[in-house]
């Protein structure tokens, strides 16, 4: 069946690492996007991809990296200089980025030890 | 800068009842308004998509419309079961890419057997 795809599920990140969220998709999508969730807060858009080998920031983008190297597979980076990282995490991908996000993937939850 | 609300926040009624979640947002210039469902700890599925130049779409026992003009919209549910029970987010596109989407907090919904 075609989807989304994140892994791990659940992370765990110590003091001063850095931890990458998996995400791929078999729906042939251009655009992809990252998110992140906190708890009584709507979703807030880090980075997003329309095409491969580009990117752009969205809000709050500051602590993370991607990259856009394969049309199925944008990785989320949470660097050291993320200080609240966490928090549940979602992939999601559409056609084009005209009609926004239409399928998410399952999601990752980090913690921190 | 677009806002978007749910009310209410959280609601919890009997089986077999109709019921409307509401949604509004402050800039009437949208593109798109999509609700989404979401499962505790899983991604969102969209459940359906109104463009703005539509009144309301259908699903099943889904019916959502727009009022553009007003910046409101209804998600209707028509003889509630236990299986709806989840959070409920409405998202607006405002044009300009994926940082042109605003996600509502959602309304959490509870529906007892």
């Known amino acids: 069946d075609g989807g989304i795809t994140q892994s791990p599920k659940y992370l765990f990140r110590k003091e001063g690492q850095n931890v990458t969220l998996s995400c791929e998709q078999n729906l042939n999508h251009d655009a992809m996007y990252w998110y992140r969730q906190d708890p009584g807060q709507g979703l807030r858009l880090i980075y997003y991809?329309?095409?491969?080998?580009?990117?752009q920031k969205g809000d709050i983008a500051e602590g993370y990296s991607v990259s856009r190297e394969k049309k199925e597979s944008f990785p989320l980076t949470v660097t050291s200089a993320q200080k609240n990282p966490t928090a549940f995490y979602l992939c999601?991908?559409?056609?084009?980025?005209?009609?926004?996000?239409?399928?998410f993937g399952d999601g990752t939850r980090l913690s921190i030890l | 800068k677009q806002e978007v609300t749910q009310i209410p926040a959280a609601l919890s009624v009997p089986e077999g009842e109709n019921l409307v979640l509401n949604c509004s947002f402050t800039?009437?210039?949208?593109?798109?308004l999509q609700w989404f469902r979401q499962d505790p700890g899983k991604g969102l599925t969209s459940l359906l998509l109104i463009q703005s130049s539509q009144r309301e779409q259908t699903s099943g026992r889904l019916n959502a419309s727009l009022d553009k003009s007003s910046g409101r919209s209804t998600l209707y549910i028509a003889a509630s079961q236990p299986g709806d029970s989840a959070t409920y987010l409405c998202?607006?596109?405002?044009?300009?890419?994926?940082?042109?989407?605003?996600f509502g907090k959602g309304t959490h919904l509870i529906i007892q057997p």
């Open positions: 991809s329309q095409i491969v080998n580009d990117f």
């Open positions: 800039d009437s210039a949208i593109y798109n």
């Open positions: 998202a607006v596109w405002s044009g300009g890419g994926a940082d042109g989407l605003t």
């Open positions: 999601a991908s559409s056609i084009s980025d005209s009609w926004g996000p239409q399928h």
